[in-house]
Structure formats: structure tokens, C-alpha cells
């Protein structure tokens, strides 16, 4: 336990931060964001399957919906909650485990972009999504590694912890929702507490392997030495 508390003390106090604001004005845009790659995820799903994509929105209230026409029912509904997942795995271990914080922070931002002008219509999800991926392309050419990571960090962590969170919350503890696992149940076939309990599993294995294997002995950011020359 002392290793592990010494190895990964940073991220370890970034979730506790970020969880303790979590429910205050600060996380708002955190929060809009995760909610963006959960119906990314979606849209993705879809145009993998085959299918194409009517319209994608995210609201102030936290919320968000992707019409779509074609591609695999099944895989669309399932994608929300674990596509964000992977893609806040993906996040926190590129972030980890590589150099390329800038290069990925930019692409994120572009992606953004590109669903915006392919998808979005509505007032507020074109300026948050526009002012978002700016924010992101700005972050990528005007600082450095440590800043670029450390907010990849936040947003993989956030991505990835809260996936379990809101499954429980929307789809077991208040099965009522209309959410993905009660529209799943609806088309095929058992409850919304059982898909939700699926998902919740699968979430759980997940960031367990993640924690596991992809973390390494030490995760901590260390400060560039300074070079000097003789």
C-alpha cells in the first residue's frame, strides 16, 4: 500500500479533487464534456455498424441524445456508457504512457470540431463544442507536456470513473429513466436493472485492468530537469 501510495500519490489526489467539486458550478464543463463522449460514443457505434447519424446534442442540463437511422441497435445503445469508458482508459493511459499529450489533445480537439459541423445544430451544444475543441487546439499549441497531460488526466479519469457512477445512478438505483438500458430492455428483452447490472460488471473489470496494468509502478508527472552545459 505504501508503494502504491507513493507511486501514484498525484492521481490519486487529482480524484479526490475532482470528486470532491464534482457537484459544483466548477465541474460543469468536466461534466458537459464526459457527457459529450458518451454520445460520441454512441455516434461512433453507429457509423461502425453501417448506420448514419440524424443529429447529435448536448444540453446544460447535463443531457444529450444522437439521432441516428441504420447501423446495429444493440451496439448503439450498448456503446454509451462503455464507449466512454474505453475512451477515458484510452485518455488516461495515453496520457501515462506516452509523449504525444499535445498531439492528442488537438486531435480531441479536432474531433470535436468535426461533430460539430458535420452533426450539431443546436445553440448551446455548437458553442460549448466549438469553444471546448478551441480551448483543446489552444491548449495543444501554446503549452507544454506537463499542462497537456495533466488535462488529459483529468478528463480520462472523469470519463472513466464516473461511467459506473451514472450506470448505478440511471440505471439500477432509478430503472424508471428513460435511459440506454431501459430502451435496450424494451427492444431486447430483459430489464433495465439487468443491463444496467452488465454494464456496471463490465465497467468494474475494466478499470480494474486498467488500474492494474496500466498505470505502471509510479505514475507521478516529474519536473523536466534542467539542461546545462559545461
Not at 6 to 13: D, N, V, Y
Not at 168 to 188: C, G, H, K, Y
Request: charged residues 15%.
Amino acid at each position: 500500500m505504501t508503494a502504491i501510495l507513493r507511486g501514484h500519490w498525484q492521481l490519486i489526489t487529482l480524484t479526490v479533487i475532482v470528486f470532491a467539486l464534482w457537484q459544483t458550478p466548477a465541474m460543469t464543463p468536466l461534466k458537459i464534456l464526459v457527457v459529450f463522449l458518451h454520445e460520441a460514443s454512441h455516434a461512433i457505434a453507429v457509423r461502425v455498424t453501417g448506420g448514419d447519424i440524424i443529429s447529435f446534442s448536448i444540453s446544460q442540463n447535463q443531457g444529450g441524445e444522437v439521432w441516428a437511422r441504420g447501423g446495429s441497435r444493440f451496439i448503439m445503445l450498448s456503446a454509451g456508457y462503455l464507449g466512454s469508458l474505453l475512451i477515458g482508459v484510452a485518455l488516461l493511459i495515453a496520457a501515462l504512457r506516452t509523449k504525444a499529450d499535445r498531439k492528442i489533445m488537438a486531435a480531441l480537439g479536432v474531433v470535436m470540431l468535426l461533430i460539430t459541423v458535420f452533426y450539431i445544430r443546436s445553440t448551446f451544444a455548437m458553442a460549448f463544442t466549438v469553444g471546448m475543441g478551441g480551448a483543446m487546439l489552444l491548449l495543444a499549441w501554446k503549452f507544454g507536456h506537463a499542462i497537456n497531460d495533466l488535462c488529459l488526466r483529468i478528463i480520462g479519469l472523469s470519463s472513466m470513473f464516473y461511467v459506473p457512477y451514472d450506470i448505478v445512478s440511471d440505471t439500477i438505483l432509478r430503472s424508471n429513466l428513460q435511459s440506454d438500458a431501459r430502451m435496450l430492455a424494451e427492444e431486447f428483452g430483459g430489464t433495465t436493472i439487468l443491463w444496467g447490472c452488465i454494464w456496471f460488471a463490465i465497467s468494474l473489470v475494466v478499470i480494474g485492468l486498467c488500474l492494474r496494468y496500466g498505470l505502471g509502478r509510479d505514475s507521478n508527472l516529474r519536473r523536466a530537469s534542467a539542461k546545462t552545459t559545461t
